[in-house]
């Protein structure tokens, strides 16, 4: 499906919307500002972690149940879901803790020093609670994207292939990475055809 962005087309995928209507915390804006990034842009990553971001999701509406709070009063806000160093990054924040920096990434390393949300107001202790619970539950989805294929959400892992000129590492299942290694091989073939 295309959306308008800033009058530019963009693809949403069905697993996108999918995501957005069953979780009102999820919904995008394009009309925002972009002081939200994953607002206004949605996702930055393949499909094939749908599955992962939608139990994610599931947690984060058990988790607040726990607490009495129903999924249309959820205050957790995503920031911005996005894949790097070939995995997943899914910043966010709560509604009255504004975001600002959500991390610090070493280029040299691909290590990530996270900053996690921090409310204006005193928060009580139930509170602290949850949102120590919300912060496992993101980081478990984080961690599980480093053996999920970001482009069919089989098993995978995190390939390197800078040796064949793809200078982008990606989480990707044996298949996947098979066909990336082919294209590459055939995009060198016609670079080297055409000079
Ligand atoms: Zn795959």
Redesign the pocket.
Known sequence: MLVLIDGELKSVGKWEMLLQRDFPFMRQDSDSDGSNIYRKWGFECGG?WYKLLRACCESIVKRYAEDGIGIGEIDFEPTQIKEKYGTLRFYYSYTDAPCGIAAFDNLATGESIRIEPKSKADIDDAKAKLRHDICAIVRAAEEESSHT?E??G?E?KLRNDSDLGIHWVRT??D??HEDRIKKAIEKRKKMNENS
């Open positions: 094939g294929c482009i069919c089989a995978g990707l299942c298949s996947c």
